[in-house]
């Protein structure tokens, strides 16, 4: 049973079904701060023990919603769901600190599944109190940053946690991170440097999944300017950079390294894609390269791509060279089906041509694509994830329900 609190009924809701919740949402599209104090002190009734919670999935992001009764209310319910399994927090830092959840988490014993998302504030104090969180097997750290600062740099020891598989951090860079040997690293981030961290360069054999999106930012125009551990080895299975530009025409990138152990490979560039790629077997199964302006990629051997990639997808304004235009030629011999088309695009205000397997999922062909989260995600710890199961049924919260 799911609760969606929305209006004043949804106090008279929890009063009468409480005890019967096994997934609890409560969001801040509440009308004002009387509404949410209503909510509040229904939830600390006697009769609403929650003994049998096992999901919770609290979003708050409204500053009426900093009431010191909506505060006790959600630390008195964390403290009396001990059967929690998943839990879903995201919060403005005025409420975080009202909590004092920057200080100390409530001991969760049977927590397998943690999300927290903060707007601006610290996480510094906090990490302390992920240790104790012994039954952890997906945490998920993420900062939605309204200003311009990025100098939180929490110390992440979670090297005592052994049931721990997944650690995913969006816009989180610890000062350091210990893991223990079960856990996978996922990073999702907004600016490149953040990427050129050493805690990146020391975890990049545990490092499965990188997720770059920096809109019309940063500019690549040789290796050099890359990550060390996407020129040379790591455990990465997927590379999705968002870019202003990645290589030029006097100057091609060779992929190297990392970009060729992936399965997943996404460049999306607002200006040009300038790429070499070498002959040999790639483990590639996804394959996007795009942009608005000149796409210049040059295989050593086409049919060694065809042989490799099967969902693949070009988009561009316009082209150099005809690598592509051979490959083009070479799939049809090979009864190998795909698609072209060439049509006005009014995001970017200009003819955009593309050419792709049909067996290319529909939102990769999507340019451009603003995602607020990666949709190629493999973490099974983000939202993202939880939405699609991955963190088990206690985690599914949807909107239909």
């Given at each position: 049973?799911?609760?969606?609190?929305?209006?004043?009924?949804?106090?008279?809701?929890?009063?009468?079904?409480?005890?019967?919740?096994?997934?609890?949402?409560?969001?801040?599209?509440?009308?004002?701060?009387?509404?949410?104090?209503?909510?509040?002190?229904?939830?600390?009734?006697?009769?609403?023990?929650?003994?049998?919670?096992?999901?919770?999935?609290?979003?708050?992001?409204?500053?009426?919603?900093?009431?010191?009764?909506?505060?006790?209310?959600?630390?008195?319910?964390?403290?009396?769901?001990?059967?929690?399994?998943?839990?879903?927090?995201?919060?403005?830092?005025?409420?975080f600190a009202g909590l004092s959840l920057h200080k100390q988490l409530p001991h969760l014993a049977k927590l397998e599944h943690l999300q927290l998302s903060l707007e601006d504030?610290?996480?510094?104090?906090?990490?302390?109190?992920?240790?104790?969180?012994?039954?952890?097997?997906?945490?998920?750290?993420?900062?939605?940053?309204?200003?311009?600062?990025?100098?939180?740099?929490?110390?992440?020891?979670?090297?005592?946690?052994?049931?721990?598989?997944?650690?995913?951090?969006?816009?989180?860079?610890?000062?350091?991170?210990?893991?223990?040997?079960?856990?996978?690293?996922?990073?999702?981030?907004?600016?490149?440097?953040?990427?050129?961290?050493?805690?990146?360069?020391?975890?990049?054999?545990?490092?499965?999944?990188?997720?770059?999106?920096?809109?019309?930012?940063?500019?690549?125009?040789?290796?050099?300017?890359?990550?060390?551990?996407?020129?040379?080895?790591?455990?990465?299975?997927?590379?999705?950079?968002?870019?202003?530009?990645?290589?030029?025409?006097?100057?091609?990138?060779?992929?190297?390294?990392?970009?060729?152990?992936?399965?997943?490979?996404?460049?999306?560039?607002?200006?040009?894609?300038?790429?070499?790629?070498?002959?040999?077997?790639?483990?590639?199964?996804?394959?996007?390269?795009?942009?608005?302006?000149?796409?210049?990629?040059?295989?050593?051997?086409?049919?060694?791509?065809?042989?490799?990639?099967?969902?693949?997808?070009?988009?561009?304004?316009?082209?150099r060279g005809v690598n592509i235009l051979q490959l083009c030629q070479l799939a049809e011999g090979r009864s190998i089906k795909s698609e072209s088309s060439c049509e006005y695009?009014?995001?970017?205000?200009?003819?955009?041509?593309?050419?792709?397997?049909?067996?290319?999922?529909?939102?990769?062909?999507?340019?451009?694509?603003?995602?607020?989260?990666?949709?190629?995600?493999?973490?099974?710890?983000?939202?993202t994830c939880s939405s699609e199961g991955s963190c088990g049924s206690y985690g599914l919260f949807s909107s239909q329900q």
């Open positions: 049973m799911r609760a969606c609190v929305v209006c004043v009924a949804g106090a008279a809701w929890l009063v009468t079904r409480g005890q019967q919740a096994r997934k609890l949402e409560i969001e801040s599209v509440l009308a004002d701060a009387q509404q949410l104090n209503m909510v509040a002190s229904a939830m600390m009734l006697p009769s609403n023990n929650w003994a049998v919670l096992r999901g919770l999935k609290i979003t708050v992001t409204s500053s009426y919603a900093q009431t010191e009764e909506f505060c006790t209310a959600i630390l008195w319910l964390l403290e009396h769901t001990d059967k929690l399994q998943f839990l879903h927090l995201k919060l403005t830092e005025q409420l504030g610290s996480l510094c104090d906090l990490a302390q109190s992920l240790k104790a969180l012994t039954s952890l097997r997906t945490l998920y750290l993420e900062f939605n940053r309204h200003t311009s600062q990025f100098d939180d740099r929490p110390d992440l020891d979670l090297s005592g946690l052994g049931k721990l598989r997944s650690v995913s951090l969006a816009d989180v860079v610890p000062g350091s991170l210990n893991l223990p040997k079960s856990a996978a690293l996922h990073l999702q981030m907004c600016r490149l440097s953040h990427l050129m961290e050493d805690v990146c360069k020391q975890h990049a054999p545990v490092l499965e999944s990188v997720y770059l999106s920096v809109g019309n930012g940063d500019v690549i125009a040789d290796a050099s300017q890359l990550p060390k551990f996407l020129v040379g080895p790591s455990g990465l299975k997927s590379v999705i950079l968002q870019l202003n530009s990645f290589g030029t025409s006097e100057h091609p990138i060779q992929l190297s390294g990392s970009f060729l152990q992936v399965e997943c490979i996404i460049l999306q560039c607002f200006l040009e894609v300038c790429i070499r790629v070498p002959a040999g077997m790639l483990p590639w199964r996804l394959a996007s390269f795009t942009c608005t302006g000149s796409l210049d990629i040059a295989f050593e051997s086409v049919g060694n791509f065809l042989d490799c990639c099967p969902a693949f997808h070009f988009a561009y304004g316009s082209l695009n009014h995001e970017v205000e200009r003819v955009m041509s593309e050419f792709y397997s049909v067996c290319t999922p529909d939102f990769v062909r999507m340019y451009y694509m603003s995602w607020s989260s990666n949709p190629m995600c493999l973490c099974g710890a983000c939202p």
